[in-house]
């Protein structure tokens, strides 16, 4: 009888050795307890730097402590993904020629991840100064949330280990930290997030590569925009020079399909672009340089044309206003849906689409043909995403938005747009659908 209560006990231990062992495995391998694809619920706080540089919320974020877990590549400390394969690979995108309107939200995606590239590059190329790091900061924020819904659903840890990288590097740049180990870091976890949301074979074709390059001539914090910026906060033009030197790159790498006269106009276009970018760092007065903030556009669009004819795709979506107005209004509801269903990331990312377009191509046109209609617009969109760097807001929609805040209109059938700017998408996204279809009234005539 003693030898079988001492087999017993045996037994039990080794049961319980058993599930220890089962427990630590299933951590390792990145298990949570959240299911694949499920939205973080509460936000957790990332760690604050010491000269300002504070975080804001990070989705269940990674703490330090976290223990090491098991990669194809080894065990290495959480966060360090440098190299490894995405978990989920991105999956495979139809042939396109016209990438905006069939892959509005992928394209967003892919200017949103250049962007960081583009941050980390100012980290490595500047000083860095309190205006710069206003611009560095964009980076976990407005870039970051262009792709954090689709990254949170595919794989959650990245999404964590992404957002902790993004402000680990900052703070090391704002503080005198480990600014190299930190960006290796940072690298490392771009290059697997960019693979995870956009298929390297899609990335690899000439549609991709000049979207991207005329995004970067021409979007938000491109090289036509930081410039004309520049006249104003003079930190902007350190953006639009490290655009420029991308846009270079990327028209290397299609400069073979262009036939002589179009490697001729190229060369020329840079070579104006070069003069409003002679330096890494801006001038003493922007003034004085014997410009205006205009004079940068006529040559990035011109190069922009040119890119545009040696790829052989549709690279500017504004030539059917109208076509473009019922896309992004489809867009907006799919928008609606996701935060309707709790996808409050999903929502964002592709409200940040909708705006990254109406930004570009339709706030000039619907400003002058309805200026409260197109300021109404405006101010739900910044109730969902930052307006910031997607609109180039004329003297008109300013001035809309000021008799709007004096006096508001009846355009909207309650004052949702009224209530602060941290509630729930769903208050906002169908009023701003609403205003979409009244944007295509109004464009139909």
Known sequence: MERVNWLSRVLTFAAVIAVVLASAYFLSRGGSGQAPGQIAAAP??????TTGATTSAAPQAVQKGTPARSTAGGTVPAGAVAGRAPANAAPA???TTNPYFDQTVLMSQAFGLEMISRRLTLIDRYTMSAPLLRQVRKMPHIDFARIHGTLRTRDPQLADEMFQAMWAVIDAAANGGDVPGTMAK??????TARDTLISPAFQRTTVYKGALAIDLLLAGDGVAEAFEEAFVDPAEYPNGWVALQRV??????LEPLANEAAKAEARSALAALDTFYPNPVPPASMAATGHIGEDAEAEAQHLANIIEQVVQADLFPGRDLIRLTEHLTALTGTACVAYDTGEDYIGQETAYAVGHHYGQQLIGLLGIMNPTLNAGIV??????VSVDDLMDEPPELIAAQQARQRQRGPILDDDDDDAPTNEPGWIYCPDLEFLMQKALTTLRG
Not at 248 to 253: F, G, I, S, T, V
């Open 248 to 253: 270079k790159q990327l028209w290397a790498e």
């Open 93 to 95: 995108v139809a042939a």
């Open 379 to 384: 101010e739900l969109l910044g109730k969902l």
């Open 186 to 191: 940072m690298k490392g976890i771009l290059a």
């Open 44 to 49: 957790a706080a990332a760690p604050k730097g």
